[in-house]
């Protein structure tokens, strides 16, 4: 998971988990200090780019600088000044302020800037240990670069050996209060939208899904005994035969349900949504785990991540109610961007049902995976977080809504 969703006025701004800078070049040249800087290239298209010729490569983006500077993960404000120097030559390095955001459980983030309320900041985002093993971070690149070419994605500034710069966005990281008010649910919606109506460059693109849990699996199987001092504390980890036999039944029954394969965020956790009030609009941020999937797994997971992650309550998972008004702002919205005026926004009771269905039945997909996930940190990250409690609250969660979630059916 990365980093981290109102209506009336938004309560004070907790930090703006992992945001961007604005207001610096969107083609940054050589710095000053280029002798370590690199041009690192990955499809997408940027906006601001030529066209490519008729019958070229569509997908062709901007140039990512890539600087050849590491960030020690256990202290990252030195590298991340060092950063700085090379990306913002202009700036009186004695008066660089920094801020270090702890709402993340994946990597470590840090603001650098010099105005009053971060309005020049440069967010600087390193890593998590061992975080290679699940996250390809060349998808990544690519992945928020086409977003950034579609108006769905902040600047990106540069990578850099174990990390991005990119710009601050504005606005306060939403909690779990924030994405049950229908303003802001209703926001949500329409941006998920936006970027699910991403087209695919005329490929017919496969889901992740499998490749992923299948990927996160053998991870677990490499050490499904954590390391903690109390034994007991691993009663609720269900054995491999038991995962597998999951795993292989999932697919079977998700695969089954028809929904269709598009660009997805795939971590929708309420910290990782922008509510920006001024403009009325939301953005998501961090997108490790970006790429095509199916669509009502994005969706499901996004109303299980209703439930907040360092204090789980799957009490507080949205009511039919209000998934059904969710879906409808969804519907009405994915369909205007995919099909235009011509095949209208009308949303059928028939149409909200099926999708109603098929999100809450791949949500079942969405514990399974961050409980695997889950176990993974738990042997690897640095982070001060319980992974092995978060876990066993998603495989909990898992089998407790496995027979709820199987029973319902679609319209026909």
């Not at 930090?15 to 969107?26: A, V, W």
């Not at 956790?269 to 970006?290: M, P, S």
Request: with cysteine; net charge positive.
């Amino acid at each position: 998971m990365a980093s981290q969703r109102r209506a009336a006025p938004p309560p004070p701004p907790p930090p703006p988990h992992g945001r961007r800078p604005r207001g610096s070049p969107r083609h940054m040249g050589r710095s000053s200090g280029g002798s370590e800087l690199a041009m690192a290239v990955s499809p997408g298209r940027c906006p601001d780019c030529p066209a490519p010729e008729r019958g070229g490569d569509a997908g062709a983006i901007c140039s990512v600088p890539h600087l050849g500077i590491a960030v020690d993960e256990r202290d990252v404000l030195p590298g991340a000044l060092r950063l700085m120097r090379e990306l913002r030559p202009g700036w009186d390095p004695a008066k660089v302020k920094t801020k270090l955001f702890t709402d993340g459980i994946t990597n470590k983030l840090v603001a650098c800037y010099t105005e009053e309320g971060l309005g020049d900041a440069v967010l600087v985002r390193v890593y998590g240990r061992r975080t290679e093993l699940f996250v390809d971070r060349e998808t990544e690149l690519r992945n928020f670069q086409v977003l950034r070419a579609h108006g769905c994605a902040p600047d990106l500034y540069c990578a850099f050996h174990n990390g991005l710069c990119y710009q601050f966005l504005p606005g306060v990281a939403l909690g779990p209060h924030h994405v049950r008010d229908p303003h802001i649910f209703r926001l949500v919606a329409q941006q998920m939208a936006r970027v699910h109506a991403i087209h695919a460059n005329g490929s017919l693109p496969k889901a992740i899904l499998w490749q992923k849990l299948h990927k996160y699996l053998t991870l677990v199987k490499m050490d499904l005994s954590p390391k903690v001092s109390n034994p007991s504390l691993q009663q609720d980890v269900p054995s491999l035969e038991v995962l597998e036999h999951e795993l292989a039944w999932m697919r079977e029954a998700l695969s089954q349900l028809g929904s269709p394969v598009v660009l997805c965020h795939n971590d929708l956790l309420c910290k990782n949504i922008i509510y920006d009030q001024t403009r009325e609009q939301v953005h998501f941020i961090d997108y490790e785990y970006t790429g095509y999937n199916y669509q009502a797994f994005d969706i499901g997971n996004h109303f299980n991540e209703f439930a907040g992650v360092k204090e789980v309550d799957y009490g507080l998972y949205p009511s039919k109610e209000t998934q059904l008004q969710w879906l409808h702002s969804y519907l009405q919205a994915f369909k205007q961007l995919t099909q235009g005026e011509r095949g209208g926004t009308e949303v059928s009771r028939e149409e909200l049902e099926a999708l109603y269905v098929q999100v809450n039945k791949f949500a079942l997909a969405s514990h399974f995976l961050w409980a695997c996930w889950g176990l993974i940190q738990d042997k690897y990250s640095t982070i001060d977080f319980n992974f092995l409690r978060y876990a066993k609250l998603r495989f909990k969660q898992y089998f407790k809504m496995k027979p709820v979630v199987m029973a319902l059916q679609s319209p026909k």
